[in-house]
Protein backbone atom coordinates (compact mmCIF):
# COMPACT_ATOMS: atom_id res chain seq x y z
CA UNK A 1 0.00 0.00 0.00
CA UNK A 2 1.23 3.34 -0.60
CA UNK A 3 0.54 5.82 2.00
CA UNK A 4 1.36 8.92 0.08
CA UNK A 5 -1.06 8.16 -3.06
CA UNK A 6 -3.57 6.27 -1.18
CA UNK A 7 -4.12 7.66 2.13
CA UNK A 8 -2.98 11.24 1.54
CA UNK A 9 -5.07 12.53 -0.92
CA UNK A 10 -8.28 11.45 -0.32
CA UNK A 11 -8.04 12.94 3.13
CA UNK A 12 -7.08 16.36 1.05
CA UNK A 13 -10.68 15.85 -0.97
CA UNK A 14 -12.61 15.20 1.73
CA UNK A 15 -11.47 17.82 3.80
CA UNK A 16 -11.75 20.51 0.82
CA UNK A 17 -15.34 19.09 -0.58
CA UNK A 18 -17.76 21.31 0.39
CA UNK A 19 -21.56 20.08 1.25
CA UNK A 20 -24.13 21.49 -1.22
CA UNK A 21 -27.94 21.06 -0.87
CA UNK A 22 -29.34 18.09 -3.08
CA UNK A 23 -32.33 19.85 -4.49
CA UNK A 24 -30.29 23.04 -5.55
CA UNK A 25 -31.57 23.42 -8.75
CA UNK A 26 -34.81 21.74 -9.58
CA UNK A 27 -35.48 20.36 -13.17
CA UNK A 28 -38.37 21.12 -15.08
CA UNK A 29 -40.45 17.74 -15.45
CA UNK A 30 -42.05 19.37 -19.04
CA UNK A 31 -39.16 20.86 -20.59
CA UNK A 32 -36.02 19.97 -18.76
CA UNK A 33 -34.87 23.22 -18.05
CA UNK A 34 -32.91 23.08 -14.80
CA UNK A 35 -33.81 26.44 -11.81
CA UNK A 36 -32.28 27.43 -9.22
CA UNK A 37 -34.42 26.81 -6.31
CA UNK A 38 -34.61 30.14 -5.16
CA UNK A 39 -36.20 31.61 -8.11
CA UNK A 40 -37.99 28.92 -7.79
CA UNK A 41 -39.55 29.10 -4.64
CA UNK A 42 -39.93 33.31 -5.61
CA UNK A 43 -42.29 32.60 -8.75
CA UNK A 44 -44.33 30.03 -6.42
CA UNK A 45 -42.92 26.69 -7.66
CA UNK A 46 -43.94 28.13 -11.39
CA UNK A 47 -40.68 27.45 -13.52
CA UNK A 48 -40.14 30.55 -15.02
CA UNK A 49 -39.50 29.57 -18.80
CA UNK A 50 -42.04 26.96 -19.26
CA UNK A 51 -44.82 28.02 -16.94
CA UNK A 52 -44.70 24.56 -15.23
CA UNK A 53 -46.75 24.16 -12.40
CA UNK A 54 -44.70 22.13 -9.90
CA UNK A 55 -46.26 20.98 -6.24
CA UNK A 56 -46.18 23.82 -3.53
CA UNK A 57 -45.85 23.48 -0.07
CA UNK A 58 -49.40 24.48 1.74
CA UNK A 59 -47.54 26.90 3.82
CA UNK A 60 -46.38 28.35 0.66
CA UNK A 61 -49.48 28.44 -0.67
CA UNK A 62 -51.35 30.09 2.33
CA UNK A 63 -48.18 32.73 2.83
CA UNK A 64 -48.84 34.29 -1.14
CA UNK A 65 -52.53 34.07 -0.58
CA UNK A 66 -53.09 35.96 2.55
CA UNK A 67 -52.30 39.79 3.08
CA UNK A 68 -49.02 39.96 4.29
CA UNK A 69 -48.82 36.04 5.16
CA UNK A 70 -50.82 36.92 7.87
CA UNK A 71 -53.30 34.36 8.60
CA UNK A 72 -55.01 32.62 11.42
CA UNK A 73 -54.72 28.38 11.76
CA UNK A 74 -58.41 26.98 12.52
CA UNK A 75 -58.23 23.74 14.31
CA UNK A 76 -59.93 20.53 13.42
CA UNK A 77 -61.51 18.43 15.30
CA UNK A 78 -59.85 14.90 16.18
CA UNK A 79 -61.07 11.26 14.77
CA UNK A 80 -60.21 7.83 15.46
CA UNK A 81 -57.26 7.10 14.07
CA UNK A 82 -57.51 3.48 12.60
CA UNK A 83 -61.54 2.41 12.84
CA UNK A 84 -60.83 -0.76 11.04
CA UNK A 85 -57.59 -1.83 12.17
CA UNK A 86 -56.33 -1.99 8.73
CA UNK A 87 -52.65 -3.64 7.56
CA UNK A 88 -50.98 -3.89 4.58
CA UNK A 89 -47.42 -4.04 4.75
CA UNK A 90 -47.46 -2.01 7.93
CA UNK A 91 -50.18 -0.91 10.00
CA UNK A 92 -52.16 1.98 9.29
CA UNK A 93 -51.61 3.73 12.47
CA UNK A 94 -47.66 3.43 11.27
CA UNK A 95 -47.93 5.11 8.19
CA UNK A 96 -50.30 8.07 9.41
CA UNK A 97 -47.24 8.20 11.96
CA UNK A 98 -44.52 8.74 9.38
CA UNK A 99 -46.40 11.14 7.28
CA UNK A 100 -47.18 13.55 10.46
CA UNK A 101 -43.33 13.58 10.70
CA UNK A 102 -42.89 14.31 7.10
CA UNK A 103 -45.42 17.13 6.74
CA UNK A 104 -45.66 18.51 10.31
CA UNK A 105 -49.32 18.23 9.72
CA UNK A 106 -52.25 15.90 11.14
CA UNK A 107 -53.64 15.01 8.10
CA UNK A 108 -54.18 15.95 4.01
CA UNK A 109 -56.26 19.14 4.81
CA UNK A 110 -55.05 22.64 6.49
CA UNK A 111 -57.14 25.52 7.28
CA UNK A 112 -56.44 29.22 7.83
CA UNK A 113 -58.86 32.29 8.05
CA UNK A 114 -57.33 35.80 7.13
CA UNK A 115 -58.28 38.66 4.49
CA UNK A 116 -56.80 38.41 0.73
CA UNK A 117 -56.55 41.75 -0.66
CA UNK A 118 -58.72 43.25 2.32
CA UNK A 119 -61.70 40.79 2.31
CA UNK A 120 -61.94 38.18 4.40
CA UNK A 121 -61.85 34.35 3.40
CA UNK A 122 -62.23 30.82 4.95
CA UNK A 123 -59.61 28.71 2.95
CA UNK A 124 -58.81 24.78 3.37
CA UNK A 125 -56.18 23.24 1.51
CA UNK A 126 -55.49 19.87 0.48
CA UNK A 127 -51.92 18.61 0.80
CA UNK A 128 -51.04 15.84 -1.38
CA UNK A 129 -47.76 14.98 0.20
CA UNK A 130 -49.48 13.79 2.89
CA UNK A 131 -51.22 9.88 1.67
CA UNK A 132 -51.91 11.82 -1.55
CA UNK A 133 -54.38 13.99 -0.08
CA UNK A 134 -56.70 11.21 -0.10
CA UNK A 135 -59.81 11.26 1.69
CA UNK A 136 -60.35 10.19 4.93
CA UNK A 137 -62.23 10.76 7.89
CA UNK A 138 -59.90 13.28 9.65
CA UNK A 139 -60.13 15.52 5.76
CA UNK A 140 -63.74 15.32 5.50
CA UNK A 141 -64.12 16.79 9.06
CA UNK A 142 -61.46 19.34 8.58
CA UNK A 143 -63.36 20.04 5.20
CA UNK A 144 -66.57 20.51 6.93
CA UNK A 145 -65.49 22.84 10.05
CA UNK A 146 -63.67 24.87 7.35
CA UNK A 147 -67.29 25.21 5.97
CA UNK A 148 -68.89 25.82 9.21
CA UNK A 149 -66.32 28.57 10.00
CA UNK A 150 -67.01 30.18 6.81
CA UNK A 151 -70.43 30.27 7.77
CA UNK A 152 -69.83 31.86 11.17
CA UNK A 153 -67.36 34.51 10.09
CA UNK A 154 -70.20 35.31 7.41
CA UNK A 155 -66.87 34.56 4.65
CA UNK A 156 -66.56 33.13 1.51
CA UNK A 157 -65.27 29.39 1.34
CA UNK A 158 -62.36 28.57 -1.06
CA UNK A 159 -60.87 25.16 -1.37
CA UNK A 160 -57.65 24.20 -2.97
CA UNK A 161 -58.40 20.51 -3.94
CA UNK A 162 -54.83 17.85 -4.66
CA UNK A 163 -56.15 14.09 -4.10
CA UNK A 164 -56.13 11.29 -5.65
CA UNK A 165 -59.27 10.20 -4.26
CA UNK A 166 -61.09 8.06 -0.89
CA UNK A 167 -58.25 6.49 1.53
CA UNK A 168 -58.72 2.91 0.75
CA UNK A 169 -57.79 2.40 4.54
CA UNK A 170 -60.58 3.53 6.19
CA UNK A 171 -63.23 2.33 3.59
CA UNK A 172 -66.52 2.71 3.88
CA UNK A 173 -65.99 5.64 6.67
CA UNK A 174 -63.74 7.40 3.98
CA UNK A 175 -66.87 6.97 1.35
CA UNK A 176 -69.04 8.55 3.63
CA UNK A 177 -67.38 11.62 3.66
CA UNK A 178 -68.55 12.24 -0.05
CA UNK A 179 -72.00 12.73 1.10
CA UNK A 180 -71.28 14.61 4.50
CA UNK A 181 -69.19 16.98 2.62
CA UNK A 182 -72.15 17.62 -0.08
CA UNK A 183 -74.22 18.09 2.92
CA UNK A 184 -72.16 20.76 4.58
CA UNK A 185 -71.84 22.28 1.03
CA UNK A 186 -75.66 23.28 0.62
CA UNK A 187 -75.43 24.61 4.31
CA UNK A 188 -73.23 26.93 2.94
CA UNK A 189 -75.30 27.31 -0.17
CA UNK A 190 -78.55 28.17 2.26
CA UNK A 191 -76.25 31.06 4.47
CA UNK A 192 -75.77 32.64 1.10
CA UNK A 193 -72.18 32.48 1.13
CA UNK A 194 -69.86 32.07 -1.96
CA UNK A 195 -68.02 28.41 -2.01
CA UNK A 196 -64.80 28.72 -4.99
CA UNK A 197 -62.56 25.45 -5.53
CA UNK A 198 -59.38 25.78 -7.06
CA UNK A 199 -58.76 22.29 -8.76
CA UNK A 200 -54.84 21.68 -8.58
CA UNK A 201 -52.85 18.92 -9.79
CA UNK A 202 -54.41 16.03 -9.28
CA UNK A 203 -57.52 16.33 -8.66
CA UNK A 204 -59.51 13.11 -8.97
CA UNK A 205 -61.11 9.97 -7.72
CA UNK A 206 -64.50 10.72 -4.70
CA UNK A 207 -63.07 14.23 -4.48
CA UNK A 208 -63.57 14.78 -7.74
CA UNK A 209 -66.96 12.99 -7.25
CA UNK A 210 -68.37 15.28 -4.64
CA UNK A 211 -67.52 18.86 -3.45
CA UNK A 212 -64.58 19.39 -5.67
CA UNK A 213 -67.10 19.79 -8.42
CA UNK A 214 -70.05 21.43 -6.20
CA UNK A 215 -68.53 25.16 -6.45
CA UNK A 216 -70.31 27.86 -7.16
CA UNK A 217 -66.70 29.12 -9.52
CA UNK A 218 -64.53 26.40 -10.56
CA UNK A 219 -60.49 27.70 -11.28
CA UNK A 220 -57.95 25.04 -11.76
CA UNK A 221 -54.30 25.73 -12.34
CA UNK A 222 -52.86 25.33 -15.46
CA UNK A 223 -51.96 21.48 -16.88
CA UNK A 224 -53.89 20.73 -13.65
CA UNK A 225 -54.86 17.02 -14.30
CA UNK A 226 -59.06 16.80 -13.32
CA UNK A 227 -61.11 13.50 -13.42
CA UNK A 228 -62.79 10.60 -11.46
CA UNK A 229 -61.36 6.91 -13.08
CA UNK A 230 -57.32 7.64 -14.75
CA UNK A 231 -57.49 8.08 -18.26
CA UNK A 232 -55.71 4.49 -18.83
CA UNK A 233 -58.56 3.25 -17.37
CA UNK A 234 -61.02 4.87 -19.50
CA UNK A 235 -59.22 4.15 -22.19
CA UNK A 236 -59.19 0.11 -21.40
CA UNK A 237 -62.83 0.30 -20.54
CA UNK A 238 -64.22 2.10 -23.49
CA UNK A 239 -61.64 0.76 -26.17
CA UNK A 240 -60.85 4.00 -27.76
CA UNK A 241 -58.04 6.55 -27.72
CA UNK A 242 -58.78 9.58 -25.36
CA UNK A 243 -57.69 12.92 -27.12
CA UNK A 244 -54.94 15.07 -26.42
CA UNK A 245 -55.12 16.85 -23.32
CA UNK A 246 -57.74 14.89 -21.84
CA UNK A 247 -58.47 15.69 -18.42
CA UNK A 248 -56.14 18.24 -18.53
CA UNK A 249 -57.51 22.00 -16.84
CA UNK A 250 -57.46 23.41 -20.71
CA UNK A 251 -59.32 21.02 -22.09
CA UNK A 252 -61.54 20.87 -19.35
CA UNK A 253 -62.66 24.51 -19.98
CA UNK A 254 -62.88 24.42 -23.80
CA UNK A 255 -65.73 21.68 -22.97
CA UNK A 256 -67.32 23.75 -19.58
CA UNK A 257 -65.82 21.65 -16.40
CA UNK A 258 -64.44 24.27 -15.38
CA UNK A 259 -65.14 28.11 -15.28
CA UNK A 260 -61.62 29.25 -15.91
CA UNK A 261 -57.65 28.24 -15.78
CA UNK A 262 -55.66 30.84 -13.79
CA UNK A 263 -51.89 30.99 -13.63
CA UNK A 264 -50.91 30.43 -9.66
CA UNK A 265 -48.82 33.78 -9.95
CA UNK A 266 -52.35 35.82 -10.74
CA UNK A 267 -53.98 33.17 -7.86
CA UNK A 268 -54.36 35.91 -5.17
CA UNK A 269 -55.89 38.49 -7.30
CA UNK A 270 -57.94 36.73 -9.15
CA UNK A 271 -60.07 35.05 -5.80
CA UNK A 272 -60.15 38.61 -3.89
CA UNK A 273 -61.90 39.90 -7.31
CA UNK A 274 -64.26 37.42 -7.27
CA UNK A 275 -64.85 37.29 -3.26
CA UNK A 276 -65.70 41.16 -3.51
CA UNK A 277 -67.95 40.79 -6.41
CA UNK A 278 -69.74 37.57 -4.82
CA UNK A 279 -70.06 39.51 -1.41
CA UNK A 280 -70.29 43.11 -2.28
CA UNK A 281 -67.03 43.40 -0.28
CA UNK A 282 -64.51 46.60 -1.68
CA UNK A 283 -61.78 44.79 -2.21
CA UNK A 284 -58.05 46.67 -1.65
CA UNK A 285 -56.27 48.31 -4.69
CA UNK A 286 -52.30 47.88 -4.90
CA UNK A 287 -52.29 51.41 -3.45
CA UNK A 288 -53.34 50.18 0.14
CA UNK A 289 -57.10 51.94 -0.77
CA UNK A 290 -60.34 50.01 -1.14
CA UNK A 291 -61.98 50.16 -4.43
CA UNK A 292 -64.91 51.98 -5.61
Request: net charge positive.
Amino acid sequence: MNWISNVVPPKIRSFLRRETPENLWIKCPESGQLVFHKDLESNLFVVPGSGYHMRIPVKARLDSLFDEAAYEEIATPEVPLDPLKFRDVKRYTDRLKEYRAKTGTADAVKLAAGAIEGVKAVVAVQDFDFMGGSLGMAAGEAIITGMEAAIARRAPFIIFTASGGARMQEGMFSLMQMPRTTVAVQRLRAAKLPYIVVLTNPTTGGVTASYAMLGDIHIAEPGAVIGFAGARVIEQTIRERLPDGFQRAEYLKSHGMVDMVVPRTEMRSTLARLCSILTHAPARTDSGAAAA
